[in-house]
């Protein structure tokens, strides 16, 4: 069974950095394509950052030099580093596997204040 788990939400402001994880079970990361989403009330859900299993990393437009997406194989996470955080970012973050269909984890909130 896969489970994904995110955690390092919170509240910063604006400038400051915060590191999201998702530790994942029943999935190997390093062999599907996982990446990290965000989504606002009334919004679609939207990628942020997407790493392939062979490591190649896009990222949307808006954190192109902000943002790092990154795995630990060793511990089976994922990571999304995010500097220069602005109040845009604040959006609740999923880390999401590509199998046979999506599997998502419970989100965390991430909140940018002015």
């Known amino acids: 069974q896969v489970q994904l788990v995110e955690s390092g939400g919170g509240l910063v402001q604006a400038g400051g950095s915060l590191r999201l994880s998702c530790a994942a079970s029943g999935v190997i990361l390093r062999r599907v394509a996982v990446g990290w989403y965000r989504q606002t009330p009334g919004k679609q859900r939207e990628l942020v950052a997407r790493?392939?299993?062979?490591?190649?990393?896009n990222y949307v437009d808006s954190v192109k030099g902000r943002f790092t997406i990154s795995r630990d194989n060793a511990k089976n996470t994922l990571y999304l580093q995010m500097n220069s955080l602005k109040p845009e970012d604040t959006a609740v973050y999923y880390c999401a596997a590509e199998l046979a269909r999506y599997y998502w984890g419970q989100g965390t909130q991430v909140t940018v204040s002015s």
């Open positions: 790493i392939s299993g062979s490591g190649d990393t």
